[in-house]
């Protein structure tokens, strides 16, 4: 039995990841936790003390399943980027996936799979951390994993759709500092999102981002309302699908041109 086209990209992705992770180990492991330990224990021991809690939990607990799934959105933004560009215009290797029986299409499911996978192993890491930090009260915790895949596919799925077509870098940077970071500090990664003024809290609501951050605090908590939870992953599911059906048309336009 031959092995799946999609899962061929992802075993491609996979051996050059395995010969560059120890360069990328800071930004994807250490990094992150790093960032709780700073936010959770020091800024969390300033709101501990003139607060108590936030949304009914440590500050630590709050912000952890946040920043888990913010880590996942940033590495999926920046791999779905320049990644994508060079893979079509400056290295040119999508080429020569093409030119083997994976088509396009495959290409980009594989991509996108792979990219969720890559931001799940970062997760894993990142939640070991915060359990020995004491921020995961709740043995469901494990189920932030794939809340953070499904949220840095959403974004991924959507970015490499839209980069694919580029031949300039020159709007990345602009999509990071006014899309990505904005997304980082309003979805309620450091506070809930009904502390925004009211005027931006629908707009807070509709970020793939707080999606996958109430996903990831309902798993570390353990607070499941099914309601809340089939509406988070339909959200998520809806974006992965709408960039899909942008990212293969793209695809198969740009590597057959």
């Keep these: 039995m031959s092995t799946p086209p999609v899962v061929r990209v992802v ?7 395995a010969r560059l992770w120890r360069g990328l180990a800071f930004s994807t492991f ?5 960032y709780l330990a700073a936010m959770g224990l020091g800024l969390g021991g300033l709101v501990k003390a003139h607060t108590g809690s936030v949304a009914g939990l ?25 990644p994508v560009l060079g893979g079509v215009k400056w290295m040119r290797q999508f080429h020569g996936v093409v030119a ?7 290409l980009y499911s594989g991509f996108v799979l792979w990219t969720a996978i890559r931001s799940m192993l970062g997760a894993i890491a990142f939640l070991v951390v915060a359990a020995i930090l004491g ?33 300039s870098d020159l709007s990345f940077p602009m999509i990071m500092r006014l899309g990505i970071l904005p997304l980082f500090l309003f979805s309620g990664t450091f506070f809930p999102i ?24 309902a798993a570390t908590t353990g607070q499941f309302h099914a309601g809340a939870i089939a509406t988070h992953i339909a959200v998520l599911v809806g974006c992965i699908a709408v960039g899909a059906y942008f990212g293969v048309r793209n695809f198969a336009w740009r590597l057959s041109s």
């Design 30 to 34: 250490v990094q992150p936790a790093l």
């Design 194 to 217: 009904n502390q925004l003024p009211s005027g931006l809290r629908p707009f807070a609501a509709l970020s793939p981002l707080w999606h996958g951050v109430e996903l990831a605090r």
């Design 135 to 167: 921020a995961v009260p709740s043995a469901w915790g494990i189920l932030a994993v794939p809340a953070a895949g499904l949220c840095s596919a959403a974004f991924c799925a959507v970015l490499a759709a839209y980069s694919i077509r580029l031949d």
């Design 11 to 17: 075993e491609r992705e996979a051996l050059v990841y």
């Design 58 to 82: 440590s500050y630590l607990d709050f912000i952890a399943p946040g920043l888990l799934c913010a880590s996942a959105t940033q590495l999926a933004a920046g791999e779905s980027m320049w």
């Design 100 to 106: 083997t029986p994976i088509g396009p299409g495959e």
